[in-house]
């Protein structure tokens, strides 16, 4: 697919896709969706990368959901179906990222609002810029979070903060999502990109499927019993204790030398 609002690479073990609408703060579109889609296609379909940074570029995450983007204008009078375009694109998004084999990271810059702000908060870990906020704008104009933000924000922040964001709909600088917990780190915007490529080299070289099932336990355990939530661990820990990563990491530990992960 020729790509023209997104750019997308991998390079070594490190996939990188970029929002790519400056213009219009990055704003999603369905055409941009498909090229999403495309892109995490490639990702699964077996290239190198271990490891994916989603970012925006200019000086926008994303503000999300483009308004003026055919299936979501209001033509002629004609009310649209909101609940298809988020059945179609940010649903289907959304549950990629949670089910992707390999680690994402979001690196925020700017504005992340709306759907822009929980594809961010959607990835394992999140990294801003100083300058960046999240914000919730859906009662602005009526809605409610999509795209997972109902989901996530609770668990990360609590009801209380939650429920402030989603009805006040104000933005919620990066030095105090990092406070609250929303997010992994904050640092000076020209420390961004270092940061990310940093973390984004470090989590390349881990056993990249224990990262994953990390991912996963830690998603499940909020609607597990302990007794559940034991039980997938010892089913997880029974897989990975057959895995190459594990032999590897034992062997540089008795060794006393780093451990060369294949993420297999």
């Known amino acids: 697919m020729d790509y023209k609002h997104i750019i997308f690479s991998v390079e070594a073990a490190v996939a990188r896709l970029t929002f790519n609408r400056p213009d219009k703060l990055n704003s999603f579109t369905d055409d941009m969706h498909a090229e999403i889609r495309d892109a995490l296609d490639q990702i699964q379909s077996g290239t190198t990368a271990r490891v994916l940074v989603i970012t925006g570029a200019g000086r926008s995450f994303s503000a999300g959901q483009d308004l003026a983007d055919p299936p979501m204008a209001i033509m002629n009078g004609k ?7 988020v059945e179609r694109n940010y649903k289907p998004l959304i549950m990629r990222l949670a089910n992707l084999r390999m680690p994402t990271i979001a690196a925020v810059n700017g ?3 709306g759907a822009g702000a929980s594809i961010a908060l959607a990835c394992d870990l999140v990294i801003a810029g100083k300058s960046a906020a999240f914000m919730q704008a859906f009662s602005k104009i009526g809605l409610i979070p999509d795209t997972g933000g109902t989901w996530v924000l609770p668990q990360r922040v609590g009801m209380a903060r939650a429920m402030g964001l989603a009805f006040l709909a104000d933005k919620l600088p990066a030095e105090k999502a990092e ?14 990109a270092s940061a990310v490529d940093g973390l984004a080299a470090q989590l390349s070289e881990m056993p990249t499927k224990a990262l994953v099932r990390i991912r996963q336990a830690m998603q499940a355990a909020p609607t597990h019993s302990l007794e559940q939530q034991l039980s997938m661990e010892a089913g997880f ?7 190459p ?10 060794e006393k030398r780093a451990p060369q992960f294949s993420g297999k």
């Open 79 to 85: 009310v649209p179906d909101i609940g298809n375009v």
């Open 237 to 243: 820990m029974r897989e990975l204790g057959w895995s």
């Open 179 to 192: 406070a609250w917990g929303l997010i992994w780190r904050c640092v000076e915007d020209a420390e961004l």
């Open 245 to 254: 990563d594990y032999a590897e990491g034992v062997a540089a530990f008795m």
């Open 111 to 113: 504005i992340a609002a």
